[in-house]
């Protein structure tokens, strides 16, 4: 069940690097693009970075909106994810051809995606130079929530099966799931 995460822990839902499902809203329609290069970058408010290609239909919506949301997908959504990241939402409705679901965000305009482990959504703040030199937004987190089948003590714990652990996206569509947890003994 999807529930509320405090604001200044939601870093902890991207820290370590999964792929990102990024979805926005504008004009009347939605958007669902998959993105590995999404960061936390501080903690409260709490603000991510995310990148998102000049000319594509996610950065008009986001551009227009100035909204977005960043959903962390599984591995059961594996091939979900790949088809969301392989095709453009100018030519063709990727929630139909991707078999992602969409449902309502409580903050912004940009839905979730429903089945994933973790959301944020986010409002854009405006650094128009870093946007159109580097296709970077930065964003504050106004809402986060996370599943909590897979959330114990304040951090990811997977025991409740394998097609709940995050997806890491390496390159034509190679993937791999997030791993074992492991606690360091302190020096």
């Not at 329609?29 to 993105?35: C, E, F, L, P």
């Not at 903050?107 to 580097?134: H, I, M, N, S, T």
């Not at 599943?147 to 569509?173: C, M, N, Q, T």
């Amino acid at each position: 069940m999807r529930v509320p995460l405090e604001l200044r822990r939601a870093y902890k839902l991207l820290n370590h690097g999964p792929t990102t499902l990024i979805t926005s809203a504008a004009k009347g329609r939605t958007n669902v693009m998959a993105a590995a290069w999404a960061m936390p970058i501080d903690f409260e408010p709490p603000k991510v970075a995310v990148v998102i290609a000049e000319g594509t239909f996610t950065h008009e919506l986001v551009t227009a909106s100035g909204e977005f949301t960043l959903c962390v997908p599984t591995r059961a959504q594996l091939e979900h994810v790949y088809v969301a990241g392989s095709a453009s939402g100018h030519a063709e409705d990727k929630w139909a051809s991707s078999g992602l679901k969409a449902v309502p965000a409580s903050r912004v305009q940009a839905p979730l995606v429903e089945g994933c482990v973790g959301w944020l959504e986010c409002r854009v703040l405006p650094e128009p130079d870093v946007q159109r030199k580097y296709d970077l937004f930065i964003a504050e987190v106004v809402a986060a929530w996370v599943e909590d089948s897979v959330w114990k003590d304040g951090g990811w714990d997977f025991s409740a099966g394998d097609d709940y652990r995050p997806i890491h996206h390496l390159a034509g569509g190679v993937f791999f799931a997030t791993g074992e947890r492991m606690q360091a003994r302190k020096p």
